[in-house]
């Protein structure tokens, strides 16, 4: 996690059952930097999950997998939160803390959106493009493109922005949502898939806009502060 404090806005990190698992992880000599390791391994089985959900004709079955990845998900998020709260709450920062802050986070997204992608695979072709395979790549690309620009703006001494409308929290509880949906698609009148794929158009636009809306803050930024400079 990064030795800084300039980081989301997030309420649950000032609650008690949050500083009571920090303190948790702190007795257990864990450090910020094996808990952001620890979030991929959550998202790796989670796009796991979501990929062999696609892949087996046992309802029963389908359902767990998607509801083990929907889990993953809030469990993915929680370590997000807990490796700054050791961090800075608890002074375990380290040198390389900013590395392990942000590269475990864009693995997962790709994991959790390539994955999902990969699991309406055959349901929309258009010759050999798979359109939900394609989906999901773009919504991981442009996922890690919001974190790209607003690391860059940071670099560039604008700031951290974390605006939305989907920052990465938000991303993911919206594929959460839209994996708790599929698992209903099997008693629903359309084939299983659809609801995952129109949740990856949701994240692939959101993003798009979110990325946007933090280029243009940027932007901004560093055109007021050329006016400021004298001439």
């Not at 030795?3 to 257990?28: E, F, H, M």
Request: hydrophobic share 55%.
């Amino acid at each position: 996690m990064s030795q800084g404090t300039d980081r989301r806005a997030i309420p649950q990190r000032s609650s008690r059952w949050a500083a009571k698992a920090a303190d948790l992880l702190a007795a257990a000599k864990l450090t910020p930097n094996q808990i952001s390791v620890g979030s991929v391994l959550f998202a790796a089985i989670g796009a796991a999950a979501l990929i062999w959900s696609a892949h087996t004709e046992d309802e029963p079955g389908r359902a767990v997998l998607l509801a083990v990845a929907a889990l993953c998900i809030p469990l993915r998020l929680l370590l997000n939160m807990l490796d700054g709260m050791l961090a800075v709450e608890k002074g375990m920062s380290s040198p390389v803390g900013d590395i392990y802050n942000e590269l475990p986070d864009r693995i997962s997204d790709v994991l959790f959106l390539g994955a999902a992608g990969l699991a309406t695979a055959g349901l929309v072709t258009a010759g050999r493009v798979d359109l939900g395979v394609v989906l999901g790549f773009l919504a991981a690309t442009l996922a890690v493109l919001t974190a790209y620009i607003r690391s860059l703006g940071a670099a560039l001494g604008t700031g951290n922005f974390f605006d939305g409308p989907l920052a990465k929290p938000h991303r993911m509880w919206v594929l959460m949502v839209g994996i708790l949906g599929a698992i209903a698609e099997p008693w629903l009148p359309w084939t299983p898939g659809w609801v995952l794929l129109c949740t990856l158009t949701l994240i692939a636009l959101g993003s798009l806009f979110t990325c946007m809306r933090r280029l243009r803050r940027v932007s901004a930024v560093l055109r007021a502060r050329a006016r400021d400079v004298p001439s």
